[in-house]
Every structure is written in structure tokens, then in C-alpha cells.
């Protein structure tokens, strides 16, 4: 059942540009995320604040995010991907890469389907986190599992950065 809604909403995409019009995801989020990691071998899980700022150009994404980690800087790390809407418009789904970052990484996220009706925005997601750079630990290796949620607190169009690299629809 997934594959079917999954392969309805890219279909979507590829048919109905209006309902992926119909909504925005421009704005900033507030949110928080759980992560499970093993570095090295050893397992540990740890969570923070999160701050998005979200810019939609047609189907593309364009994300700055903050996490509250004083030992990471506060430079922002850069998504862009592509997001998709159900044929009503009523759900809107998508994936980001991360394709500018504090630090060399690969990072995937798949954003769930996130209901476009609802009064106050929100959406989760989860991330696939790939590393043998991390700041302090330069040589081992990092893998981690991440759980975003995050709720929209302004639809102003935020000032961010935005990759050069445009999306793969792969």
C-alpha cells in the first residue's frame, strides 16, 4: 500500500503542477530532532532544537537548517529536493539532499506525507547521516538515523543561501 501512495504522489508531480502550486512550504520551522548514532561501533542517541528556513521554487526545496550544537558553529547546513502534492492537493511529501553542509557529509531525508488543511503546518521526517568528518572525531566513522518534527511558525520568505546543485530526480 505505501509503493502505491508513494508511486500516486510522484505521478502527481509529473501530471498535476497545480496541486504542487496549490500549497507552500516557504517559511520557518521550529522543531526537534532524535537521532540514533554508532560511531566507531558504539551505539548512543542524542536529540536537539531545530531551525528550518524553507524556500519553494515550483516543486524544488530549498532548506537552511540550525541545530542547537554549540561544538558544530553556527553556519547553517543546505538541502534542496523535491517535493510532490496528492492529486487533490491535500497531502504534500518530498526528499532533500544535503548539498552544502558545516562539515563533508552525505545526508538523505524523506520528508512524510504532511496534510496541506491543517491550520498550523507541520511535517517529519527522517534522515539517513553518512560521515567519517565530524568535527573532533576526523577518521571514524558515523552513521546515523534522524528523526525530524517540526511545526511552521512564520510564512514569511526566509533570507537563505541556496544550492547550486539542483535536485536529483533520481
Known sequence: M??????????????????????????????FV?????MNGAPSTFGRALELHFVQDGNVLHIATEIDDPSLGNKASLY?????????????????EACQSRFP???????????????????????????????GAEGALLVENCRWSATRVSREVPKIKKCETPPSAN
Do not use: Q
Not at 532524535?34 to 554508532?38: E, G, T
Not at 498550523?120 to 568528518?133: H, I, L, N, W
Open 80 to 96: 534542496n529536493g523535491l517535493v510532490m502534492a496528492s492529486p487533490a492537493g491535500d497531502f504534500t511529501s518530498g526528499y532533500l
Open 34 to 38: 532524535a537521532c540514533d548514532r554508532v
Open 2 to 31: 505505501h509503493k502505491a501512495l508513494a508511486a500516486g504522489l510522484f505521478l502527481a508531480l509529473s501530471n498535476s503542477a497545480n496541486a504542487g502550486e496549490a500549497f507552500s512550504w516557504t517559511g520557518s520551522y521550529e522543531g
Open 105 to 135: 557529509y552525505k545526508e538523505l531525508i524523506r520528508i512524510f506525507p504532511a496534510s496541506t488543511t491543517s491550520d498550523k503546518f507541520g511535517f517529519s521526517a527522517s534522515t539517513a547521516f553518512v560521515t567519517d568528518s565530524l568535527p
